[in-house]
């Protein structure tokens, strides 16, 4: 008999009967919310504010302690966890990539299984080979439960770690089409840059690294990329999540869109323009930027139901995102408000199905 860990058989039964999670009615739905194991690839982030890094890389190993905790303090009825960047994205050799992420996988699976009430996952993926990633994607949705996947951007690869790879080229078609088949949204999470580009961009002003700039002007050019290289119009259900209120892009429509025009005769191939992608196919989260002007203008942009809460945690504290968004009482209806910290959620993640 074939065996398998106590996070697939619990995952198998699971799709006999219907999800089973914390559904009180009124708590958020969290899932830009990042974990890892020793020996993945990370960063060097900063901590939060009044914050230590010792305490950031503990909070990242952490899932049923101090996090669970907060999340009952804070009304957290559900949250998906997902590899902190860059993980997979920063290991260039293949087969090593291909095989960490089946371990990241399997010990995500493993240590939420006595918990998936409360915990849910998205998965890791080698982008190496768009065939392996698109198997390991049915493999964790199937097998382990999960919700989807994170990219943390681009997969570096090459034996200087200097080659770069992105999804919207065709040879990635065959990863798409399983996402769209399993009816899953991929998060598009950003990366701290490879040291050729980040020491040629932003040695001038080494602090604007990471979540400042560096982060929104890489991954945003990756977004726009799927837009502009046409794989919303050969894959037209398919359901991408940007973070921290779309990485500026929907700020920033009327220069897109009109610019873009321009290359038309130039061949591009992307058959609308980028806001409607934003209104279709594109759904951002209000992970790490609680900036209320900005989500009443980005309602008005591509509407509060492609606008879901998420927090961006340990890298921003629960608290915050709690306060801020307990907080918008006084500019959203409790009905466009429930659905920003829970109902959209219910519907992408397919919770109730």
């Given amino acids: 008999m074939k065996s398998c860990s106590l996070a697939t058989f619990l995952a198998n039964i699971a799709f006999c009967v219907a999800r089973v999670w914390n559904d009180t009615g009124v708590g958020t739905i969290v899932f830009e919310e990042a974990w890892t194991i020793p020996g993945v690839p990370g960063g060097t982030p900063a901590a939060p504010l009044g914050g230590t890094v010792s305490e950031l890389q503990a909070n990242l190993l952490d899932i049923h302690n101090q996090r669970l905790r907060q999340m009952d303090e804070n009304g957290i009825d559900f949250m998906i966890l997902s590899c902190a960047s860059p993980c997979i994205q920063g290991i260039s050799d293949?087969?090593?990539?291909?095989?960490?992420?089946?371990?990241?996988?399997?010990?995500?699976?493993?240590?939420?299984?006595?918990?998936?009430?409360?915990?849910?996952?998205?998965?890791?993926?080698?982008?190496?080979?768009?065939?392996?990633?698109?198997?390991?994607?049915?493999?964790?949705?199937?097998?382990?439960?999960?919700?989807?996947?994170?990219?943390?951007?681009?997969?570096?690869?090459?034996?200087?770690?200097?080659?770069?790879?992105?999804y919207d080229q065709p040879e990635f078609d065959v990863f798409w089409q399983m996402v769209t088949d399993l009816d899953v949204p991929v998060y598009f999470h950003p990366r701290t840059n490879i040291p050729q580009i980040g020491d040629l961009v932003f040695d001038h002003a080494t602090w604007l690294r990471g979540a400042a700039q560096e982060f929104a002007a890489t991954l945003s050019s990756h977004v726009l990329g799927l837009c502009v290289n046409g794989v919303f119009d050969r894959f037209p259900k398919l359901k991408i999540i940007v973070g921290h209120l779309g990485e500026r892009i929907p700020s920033d429509f009327v220069r897109i869109d009109n610019q873009l025009l321009r290359q038309i005769p130039n061949g591009l191939p992307m058959q609308r323009n980028v806001s409607t992608y934003f209104h279709t196919n594109i759904f951002e989260t209000t992970s790490g930027n609680f900036a209320t002007d900005l989500l009443l203008f980005h309602k008005q942009q591509i509407g509060l139901d492609q606008i879901l809460y998420s927090i961006d945690y340990p890298f921003v504290e629960i608290e915050d995102g709690t306060t801020w968004v307990n907080g918008l009482t006084d500019v959203l209806t409790p009905e466009e408000l429930l659905a920003l910290k829970r109902g959209r959620a219910i519907d992408l993640l397919k919770l109730n199905d």
Avoid: C, W
């Avoid at 849910?120 to 919700?147: C, D, I, P, Q």
């Fill in 94 to 166: 293949p087969q090593i990539a291909a095989e960490m992420a089946v371990n990241v996988n399997n010990q995500l699976a493993d240590q939420i299984s006595n918990n998936t009430f409360r915990f849910g996952g998205f998965a890791a993926l080698s982008m190496h080979n768009a065939t392996e990633a698109a198997l390991e994607l049915n493999r964790t949705v199937k097998e382990l439960g999960f919700f989807g996947a994170l990219v943390n951007d681009y997969q570096q690869s090459g034996p200087n770690n200097d080659t770069l790879l992105y």
